[in-house]
C-alpha cells in the first residue's frame, strides 16, 4: 500500500497526471462556485456536453490533438450553447430546463456524428479522442498539463481582479445594477471562466461527468461556511483532494476512466458534508430540532402550570395536569423530570410544584402569550377569538427584546383581550 | 430535467441486472432500470427537502454519482459482461440491432428490439389514453390536483416509471445521452406549434417518427452513427421551426407597422 503510495509521486507519468487532474479539480471548484450561488449548476451540465462538437471540430481543424486548438473548439461551442439557451429562454415559452436538456443533446449529437467521420478518417491520432467521453487522465500529455497550469493561474488571477463585482452579482444583482456594476458583462465573464473550465477538465472527467465536478465541491462547501472567500477556499480543496483520490482509485484496474472515480469519490466528500456537517448538516439539524420540541414542549407544560395557579392550584398530579392539557405521559414525565434537574420544578410524593425559578420562567411565556393577543387585537384588528391560535406559536419565539417593544408599543397593560392578567 | 437525470442515473440498474441475468431483453433489466429510476427521484427529493440542498444541485450530484456508478460498474466487469461498453452506453447500436432476428418456425418475426418495444408502446399508448386526466392535471395544475383530493404521486411515480422504461428500451437502440433528445426534442418543436395537450400530443409523435425515419436515412447515406443522426436532425427541425416561427412573427409585426403608419 505503501509502496502504491509512493509510487504516485515520484514515478514521472503518475505525477503529471495527479498534477493535471487536482489542478482541474482545484479551479472547477472556485468555479463551480459561483455557478452554483446563481443556481446556474444545469447549465454547466449543458456545457461540458457541448464542449464536446468543439473538440471533434478542433480536431478536425488541426488534425492533431494539439492542446490549445481543441480548448478554442471547445470554448468555441461551450460558450455558443450557453448563449442559445439565453436566447431560447429569452425568446420563446419554452421553459430553461428545456432549453438546456435540448441545446445539450443537439450539441452532443453532432459531435458524436463529427466523431464518428474522424474514426472513418485514416487518422492514427484520433485514438484518443474517444478519452473525451469519459475522461482517462492518463492520456494527459505534458503540454496538456502546462496548458491547464497557465488556464487556471489566469482563471484565478481574473476572479481575484474582479473579486468585487463578481461577489455583488452572485448574492444581489440587483443591488448590484444600481450601483453602476454591468451585470450583463460579469455574467458573461463568468460564463466565459466556467466554459474554459470545463474545456480542460472534459479530458480528465469525460463530458458527462464533467458537471459534477462544478457542482459537488461547491456544494458541499456551502454547508461549512458562510462567507465566499471561504467557500472559494474549500470548494477548491475538495476538489483537488477528490481529483488525487479519484486517480488513485482508478488505477486499480488498467484501462479505467478516471472521470467516474473521482465523481464517485466527490459524492462520497459531499454525502459526508450533507449528514455530518455543522449547524447545517442532517444530524446536526436534528438536533436542533429536538432541541426546538423539548424547548417548545417545556414551555407548554409551564404554562400549563401558570394556569393552574391562576385557579388557585398549586400542587398537580400528573393525573390532573393530563386532564387539563392532553399530552403524551411518557412525553410529560420526561420532561417534567429534565425541568425538576433545571431547578424549575420541585416534587414532593405524586404532587409536583414550580419553583420560584420556574414560576418567573412561566409568567414570561404567559406574558408573552398574552401580550401578543392584545397586539394582535389593538394594532392589527384581529378579532379575539382569531388570536390564540398564532398567539401559540409565537410566544415561543419572542424573545426578551420583542417582549419590551411590545410592553413599550402597548403601553404596559394590565390584562388581555380575555381579561386576564398579564403577569410581569 | 428530472427526465434527463433518470435516463442517465438508471444506468446502475441495467448493469447489475445485466450481470445477474447476463442478457439483455429480460425482464430483470427492466426491473433494475426502473428500480434505479424512483431511486432517483427519491434521493433527489431527499436532498432538496430534507437536506436542504438547492434543487439544481440536487439533480446534478445525484445523476452524475449514479451515472458514474454505472461507468464504474461497466469498467469492473468488462471481462465477463463483453455486449456491455462504454460506447454503447452512451450512442447505442442502432446500426447491428437488426442482425438480431427473431425467427420461429421459419417465419420472420421481426427483430428483437422490435418485438422488445412494442409491448412498451402498447402500455404507454394505453396509460397515456387511460389516465389523460390525471396526466394533464399532473402537467398543469399539481396543486389543483392535489386539492381536488387526487394521489399525485401515485401518478407522478406512473409517469416517473414510464419515463424510466421508455429510457431503458431506448438505450439500446440510441444510448443514454441521445434518450433524452428524443423526450426533448420533438415535444418542444410540437409546443411552439401548438397550444393544446391533444395536438401537442399528435405533432410530437409525428415529427419524432419523421426526425427518426430521415435521421437514419441521411445516417445510412453519410455512412455515421445513426442514433447521434437522429438528434442532429430533430435539432436542426427544432431549430427550423423556431427560426421561422420569429420569421413570421418579424414579418406580421413590420406589416402591422406599416398598416399603423398608413
Redesign the interface.
Known sequence: MMDQLTYFFTDPIARKVILGVSIIGAVSGVVGTFS?LR????I??AVS?SVFPGICLGFLFAGTKDPVTLMVGAIFTGWFSVWSIDY?VR????SE??A???V???F??????L???IS?SQNSEQTGL?SF??GKAATLSTTDVQVFFVVSVLIVAIVILFFKPIQLVCFNADFADSIGIKINRIEFLLSVLTVTTIAIGIQALGV??M??LL??P??SARYWTNKLVGMLVISALFGFLSGIIGVIFSTV?D???T???I??V??LF?MIT?LFAPK?G?FS?QRQSKKNNRKIEQENILKTFYQFSEEGFERITVGRFLEKRRMDSHVLERNMNRMIHQGCLKRQDQNYELTEKGKGEAARIVRSHRLWELYLTKRMNFKEDHIHGTAETIEHLITPEIEKELLKELNFPVSDPHNKDIPY | ?V??AIS?SVLPGIVIAYLFSSQFDSIFIMIGAGIFGVFTTVIIDF?HK?????E??S???TF??L???G??LI??FTGSATDLD??CV??GELGTSFLDKIIIGGRLYGTRSMLMILPVFLVIVLFVFSGFKGLQLLAFHEEYALSKGINTRIWQLGFMSLVSITTVMSFESVG???V??L???PP?TA??LVGKLTKMLWFSCVIATFDCLLGYLFSIY????V??????F??II?VLV?LG??AQKKWKNNFSEQSVFE
Open positions: 452554483f443556481k446556474k449548476t444545469l454547466a451540465d456536453h431560447i425568446t420563446s415559452k419554452l430546463d428545456t438546456i436538456a435540448l445539450s443533446t443537439f452532443f449529437a453532432i459531435g458524436s456524428v466523431l464518428s467521420i472513418k474517444k467521453l469519459f458527462v461527468l458537471s459534477a457542482i459537488a461547491a456544494a484496474k484501462d479505467m476512466p472521470g467516474p472515480w465523481v464517485f466527490l459524492f459531499t450533507l447545517k442532517w439539524l | 430535467m427526465g434527463d442517465h436532498f430534507k437536506l436542504k440542498l438547492q439544481d444541485a439533480i446534478g450530484i452524475t454519482w451515472f458514474a456508478v461507468v464504474i469498467a469492473l462504454q460506447e452512451l450512442f443514454a445521452i441521445l433524452v433528445g423526450l426533448v426534442l418542444a409546443y411552439l453519410f455512412d455515421v452513427s442514433s447521434s443522426m437522429i438528434i442532429v430533430a435539432g427544432f423556431f416561427l420569429k
